[in-house]
């Protein structure tokens, strides 16, 4: 099914729900918030899978998820003050969620080091890894946007591998500069 966007709601006791602009609303299952933080009211995107004979909403993400995945790979085409200006928002919001340097240091690092976007591809394990070790931090989306970079970037392009590279050094460093004191 195709990419739909919506407003997320979460209900004590409920769980969360999202509603899209025609009104309809579908439950979220915990597992598929990328980001457990959201805000009520707070724009997101998702696709639709249907579940035991009703829809639910799956993969839910942020603003932030949506412009990284669509800016990342074409970043010398973006307007890279706009990018930075991401980047420090997405940062704040990464250690409003409880993540610190230390939690992506070793996948920075690999990033940095890897020559290839091959290298990065095989990376995804450890995307996940991180994702399902911190549950309820805001890792859990950047690594969903790092694996979505690394499925989409083209195996042959050297730009691809130098954007991902950047990106990964922008968060970083806004992640320092926002306050991470955990390093």
């Given at each position: ?11 004590k ?88 340097t ?9 990033i ?40 989409q ?20 460093a ?10």
């Open positions: 099914m195709s990419e739909k966007f919506g407003q997320i709601y979460s209900s006791g409920k769980g969360s729900t999202v509603q899209t602009l025609d009104g309809n609303r579908y439950k979220v299952e915990k597992y598929d918030l990328l980001s457990r933080s959201l805000s009520n009211e707070e724009t997101v995107y998702f696709t639709l899978v249907k579940k035991r004979g009703e829809f639910f909403a799956t993969n839910v993400y942020s603003n932030y998820a949506k412009y990284f995945k669509e800016h990342v790979l074409i970043l010398e085409k973006c307007d890279y003050d706009e990018f930075c200006n991401q980047t420090l928002k997405y940062a704040k919001r990464l250690k409003a969620g409880g993540v610190t230390s939690m992506i240091r070793k996948v920075y690092d690999q940095n080091r890897a020559k290839s976007i091959s290298e990065i591809k095989r990376l995804r394990p450890q995307f996940a890894y991180i994702a399902g070790r911190n549950p309820d931090k805001r890792v859990t989306e950047l690594m969903h946007i790092l694996d979505y970079l690394a499925k970037a083209d195996r042959q392009s050297d730009t691809y591998l130098e954007n991902i590279k950047q990106f990964m050094e922008a968060v970083v806004y992640l320092k500069f926002v306050g991470d004191k955990d390093d």
